[in-house]
């Protein structure tokens, strides 16, 4: 792309390729370095509506540094490396993603147009399910990038930072009691493909389908066809419900011939999945919700942990001291199922309640639903598709840590709303 427009395409079209380097979502950490210079240039700046939140919330992680040394009450380890290193890292990202959205909506719609920025997150939802694919038919497919090549091994070590920087199709797991592979490519987690596929999905459909020619439309049916299967072999369950929310949604709020339209492609969508081997997987995923112990676990000990630094939480994640099964510490050759789950680590209203405290969490969950209710009278299909997006921002805070792609999609997502009003 050409203009001032080019770091937004380098992001989101050039995402495969600073996925392939070892960047991935950090991709917008490097890239704010060039927005702010330009937009340091075209001051003065202006600011969305409700942006004071995001600041604030910026503002509490600063000082939120303070406790990085602290441990609480049920959790263990001491201020080292990892934990410096995991601080620094979101830092950075709220940090660029206050830059990127301010960026997003300062550039004028000659210089990026709505449907552009649109169709881009279309061509990215084309790469996640091709991802996607990879990571079912080819689970073990993943290589050393050069960014993994070049760190120390005191950063590249850390479990977070090398989830980061190394490629791999899919994450195997037992979630159905045996190894089963769950598609990542091309994100650093197989809960965040799940979050950003849902998303993505909201914007294709926009771009291609709704503001789409006779083949830009056929092809997205082929294509939502596509991703049926990815979505099923992830065995992500709110990834499931966060499209049957959205299906919801979608139906209630508009209406005419488009509503029945919906209703008769949604009944016949669910005849051919019901009728297809994708079923049975779906049964067998639900028929396994072992997770529900761990996470249960997890948030208890991660909420009764922040009760004792409520305001401004301690700065990072900790580990706590024991699991659901028992109260040992770690795996040991008479217990290999014990462990020490990273509290804030099944959600990210959980992940912030940890690391701010209960006043970050608020804002964050504040400025969300301002967005939505600033912007729920807006319907255009931009309008909807954004509102939508902000309420699943909303349900995926529950279940899904928000670093580091899908919180970039929920703040270009927040971007086009603002820019939709202005």
């Known amino acids: 792309m050409r203009g001032p427009a080019w770091p937004v395409g380098a992001l ?53 540094a303070l406790m990085l040394s602290e441990s609480p009450p049920g959790t263990y380890g001491e201020l080292g490396a990892g934990r410096i290193v995991g601080y620094a890292m979101r830092l950075a990202l709220y940090v660029s993603l206050l830059v990127l959205v301010l960026y997003l909506g300062n550039l004028t719609d000659r210089e990026l147009p709505q449907l552009t920025l649109v169709r881009m997150l279309g061509v990215l939802f084309v790469v996640t399910v091709a991802g996607g694919l990879l990571g079912v038919l080819a689970p073990g497919f993943s290589f050393t990038s050069p960014v993994e090549l070049l760190l120390p091994d005191w950063i590249g070590g850390n479990p977070f930072v090398q989830n980061l920087v190394h490629p791999t199709a899919a994450q195997t797991q037992k979630v159905l009691g045996y190894a089963s592979p769950r598609p990542e490519a091309p994100f650093e987690w197989a809960n965040a ?90 049964g067998q995923r639900l028929d396994n919700p072992h997770s529900n112990d761990i996470r249960a676990f997890t948030v208890t000990a991660t909420i009764k942990a922040a009760a004792h630094s409520p305001v401004i939480g301690y700065g990072n994640t900790r580990n706590a001291l024991g699991n659901h099964r028992t109260i040992t510490t770690g795996k040991t050759a008479w217990c290999s199922g014990c462990g020490h789950p990273p509290l804030g680590s099944d959600g990210q209203l959980w992940l912030l309640v940890i690391t701010q405290g209960f006043t970050g969490a608020a804002l964050y969950v504040s400025f969300f639903v301002g967005a939505i209710r600033r912007h729920w009278s807006d319907r255009s299909p931009v309008g909807l598709a954004g509102v939508l997006v902000m309420a699943l921002v909303l349900l995926y805070m529950l279940v899904y840590d928000g670093l580091v792609t899908p919180l970039i999609l929920y703040l270009i997502s927040f971007a086009l709303l603002w820019r939709n009003s202005s």
């Not at 390729?17 to 979502?25: H, Q, T």
């Open 12 to 64: 989101l079209l050039g995402y495969p390729v600073w996925w392939a380097l070892g960047f991935g979502g950090l991709a917008v950490v490097v890239l704010a370095v060039p927005m702010a210079v330009i937009l340091w240039r075209r001051r003065p700046i202006r600011v969305p509506r409700g942006f004071g939140l995001w600041l604030l919330l910026l503002a509490g992680y600063g000082l939120s």
């Open 193 to 282: 493909w799940g979050s950003n596929v849902s998303v993505l999905l909201v914007w294709f459909v926009v771009g291609w389908w709704v503001y789409g020619g006779r083949a830009r439309r056929a092809a997205a049916v082929a294509l939502v066809a596509l991703a049926a299967v990815p979505v099923v072999y992830s065995l992500n369950r709110g990834l499931w419900i966060g499209l049957g929310l959205s299906a919801l949604y979608v139906v209630l709020r508009v209406g005419g011939r488009a509503r029945l339209a919906l209703c008769g492609a949604a009944v016949a969508g669910a005849l051919v999945f019901a009728l297809s081997p994708l079923a049975a997987l779906v």
